[in-house]
């Protein structure tokens, strides 16, 4: 067993207590934060002379060739160390004898590992947002090329009003938008370098914290050394964002799979995103859609987990807080896989631009279009809506459209109907006339789509 600790024991610990502590076989995802944060605390210690340069070269070196083993394949983690800190720090002393031994000074186990968690987030949040990215620059593609493929709107999953593609897609345009910013925020909030603050009370070494956060890439030291080794709130921030990420995710796949069934038939999931059926030869399924769908559930009990763990714990550090790592980093390396596997198949996706608009017609969508000629003709707004309702009504009785009733019907149930009302109800026309920012119209998408635009160009 290689530990940090043991001088004030007199006997080995237990080994089922060592392998229920033990934490390396999933803190070794932090081997290049540690290995880096040791760096930047060696050259430190030798800045303030609390080792030499020559000692500070040779640990640089070690750690150096220790990263180099790590990721060449040369050197592997065994189980005899009990986290990445001690497999680091034993390896180190290998190579270095004492030498090695003094990179420790000045340090804690707690304020390292938080310095491991912080950058290890910090470099997460960036591929995250790289994908995120990716998926906002193929849903800005399909709404460039669906400005006029029109399809229902829905409020309560019932047909509402007229839209086009590319005006629901800019919904979730939004919301991605939104949790690209979430990230960035828990980034900057993150931002703070707990390293110096020892075990919970700092430390009697004349340490530099503001070289040590610069070299790190952070903002500036964090001002108080319990909260430093005492804060997950970030983490709590971090799979908040991210299953937010994931409910936006899941929103989408569950109108996809809609989309895809034989009932509406709007798009069709390339081969490459789909799966079969082992006793049925005809089916086609949305697995990709229903696995993210499934997955968020997942991303949800990571919140839920260091929620419940950071609940009852007095300051500072405490053991339950190991408890962090594993389902953070299977949360983050599921929401990667969802975003990147939604992406391929949205981007692959072809729609099927008749049946939406058929759709549409289908589902009296131009209702309020046809009650709002009314007004425009003189018709107080709540008498129109009653007229509309009963040309409804007529329509579903007789299994037409509103488009398929003759101008007749219409006029047997007002007189106010003229011919124009063919004109005012047009899926085209029920659209553009809604143009004001915001809105699915022709000129009010284009204005949106120059904000996207510029939006990815920018960010």
Known sequence: MAQLWGGRFTKETDQLVYNFNASLSFDNKLYKQDITGSMAHASMLA??????????????AGLKGILTDIESGALAFSPEYEDIHSFVEANLIDRCGDVGKKLHTGRSRN????????????????????????????IYRIMDENVHTYMPGFTHL????????????????????????????????LNLCPLGSGALAGTTYPLDREFTAEALGFDGPTLNSMDSVADRDYLIELLSGLSTIMMHLSRFCEEIILWNSNEYRFVEIDDGYSTGSSIMPQKKNPDIAELV????????GALMSILTTMKGIPLAYNKDMQEDKEFTFDAIDTVKGCIALFNGMIATMSFNRENMEKSAKNGFTNATDAADYLVNNGVPFRDAHGIVGRLVLAC?????????????????????????????????????KRNTIGAPGEAAMKQVLVLHKKYLEEN
């Not at 769908?293 to 949800?300: E, I, N």
């Open 47 to 60: 800045k303030q002379g609390i080792i030499t340069e020559e000692e500070k070269e040779t640990i640089l």
């Open 158 to 189: 019932q047909k509402a009003q007229p839209v086009t593609l590319a005006h629901h897609f800019g919904a979730y345009f939004e919301m991605f938008k939104r949790d690209r910013s979430r990230m960035a925020d828990t980034s900057k909030r």
């Open 111 to 138: 304020d390292q590992v938080a310095l491991d968690m912080k950058m290890y987030v910090r470099d997460e949040i960036g591929e995250i947002d790289i994908l995120l990215k990716e998926l906002l620059e193929s």
């Open 396 to 432: 579903i009785e007789k299994n037409i459209s509103l488009d398929e009733m003759s101008l007749e019907e219409y006029q047997e149930i007002s007189p106010v109907f003229k011919e124009d009302i063919y004109e005012a109800i047009s899926m085209k026309n029920c659209v553009e």
């Open 293 to 300: 769908r499934g997955k968020t559930g997942r991303v949800y």
